[in-house]
């Protein structure tokens, strides 16, 4: 049997009899399980088949915390300024977007002090860390810019728009920022254009897991009110 389902939010689904659908509940159609008598994919075996996103008891079956830790993404440091102060923060998640025209993908916490800084800087620079680098991992993901100066010591040059430029980082890659995109998460995805790079070769990347007991200087929950604007300065 195929089943169509059809709501405002879903447009039209189609899926296999592995699914039935019960009463709408405030206006949406929800699909649940229902085991087919007639199917032998039934007979006491274990059924590994994707659940119902909208199911919250299959949805533990797949837990999504679970997923995304055992992809241990290599962890970054962004800089960047604007016309009255530098910022730096660490970063997890991050992406190549685009092959042609080249794009990178940044997603900075609404909580940060470099978010609300960056918000004002059209340039960032992408530090990607080494298994050696665990000391800056510690600098910029437990400290914060609202109370440390986080570059003081550090070697750094000057990058694109001011953005500091970590000297001993020799994997880095300067961008400019195109396009933001807030669609009401903690995180705000900065879309960039690279402008300059600079690489020393192959290397390890240091891993979420290999700082997974550092606490960060804020937490993803700490956003400023409102939480899309930079808070007014003091």
């Known amino acids: ?24 509940s405030q206006g949406r159609t929800t699909p649940v399980v229902q085991r087919d008598s007639s199917d032998s994919r039934n007979s006491g075996q274990a059924d590994n088949r994707p659940p119902w996103p909208g199911n919250e008891a299959l949805m533990a079956e797949y837990d999504f915390n ?46 940060n002090y470099t978010y609300r800084v ?9 530090h990607f860390l080494t298994a050696d ?18 570059f003081a010591g550090l070697p750094v ?15 880095w890659l300067a961008v400019r920022r195109i396009a933001l995109l807030d669609e009401g998460g903690d995180h705000v995805c900065l879309t960039t254009e690279p402008v300059a790079v600079h690489t020393a070769g192959p290397f390890r990347p240091l891993r979420l897991s290999e700082v997974g007991y ?21």
């Not at 049997?1 to 019960?22: Q, R």
């Not at 960056?118 to 992408?126: D, E, K, T």
């Open 66 to 111: 679970a997923l995304m830790a055992a992809l241990d993404s290599p962890l970054i440091v962004v800089t960047t300024a604007d016309e009255r102060e530098r910022a730096g923060c660490l970063v997890e998640f991050h992406v190549q977007s685009s092959m042609e025209p080249q794009r990178y993908c940044v997603w900075l916490s609404k909580a």
């Open 157 to 171: 040059d000057s990058g694109p728009g001011g953005a500091p430029v970590l000297r001993q980082c020799p994997n």
């Open 214 to 234: 550092l606490k960060a200087g804020h937490g993803a929950e700490e956003r400023p009110e409102p939480p899309t604007e930079r808070a007014a300065p003091a």
């Open 133 to 150: 680098d665990l000391p800056l991992a510690e600098l910029f993901g437990t400290q914060t810019g609202d109370t440390v100066d986080k």
């Open 118 to 126: 960056a918000l004002h800087s059209s340039y960032l620079v992408i």
């Open 1 to 24: 049997m195929l089943l169509v389902a059809s709501d405002a939010t879903h447009g039209t689904i189609f899926w296999d009899d592995y699914f039935a659908l019960t009463p709408p």
